[in-house]
């Protein structure tokens, strides 16, 4: 039996699947999701319950009222270093709850 020769390069195929839409957009996603606890901290990211993006609004669900008050306040820089770390203006908001 013979044996087909795929001599792709693995670069080249990794390039090939993100370059697909509906992958490169999650992936940014979760690329900024990392950012976000990256640069919230450890300390504060034990107040974090749960954090998704829809539409490129950053969902933050905390359990106290004293961190939402605190970073809502740092709302447009929080927005201003995750857009920078990423490279792409992903996030257009946040919305503390």
Request: hydrophobic share 40%; charged share 30%; aromatic share 4%.
């Amino acid at each position: 039996m013979m044996r087909l020769k795929n001599n792709r390069r693995l670069g080249d195929v990794i390039k090939k699947i993100m370059s697909t839409p509906k992958l490169s957009v999650k992936l940014d996603k979760l690329d900024a999701i990392d950012c976000w606890k990256e640069i919230i901290g450890e300390q504060l990211c034990k107040f974090v319950i749960d954090q998704k993006i829809n539409n490129g609004i950053l969902h933050v669900r905390l359990k106290s009222s004293v961190v939402r008050n605190e970073l809502g306040y740092q709302k447009s820089e929080l927005i201003e270093k995750i857009n920078q770390k990423i490279g792409k203006n992903i996030i257009t908001d946040i919305v503390l709850k």
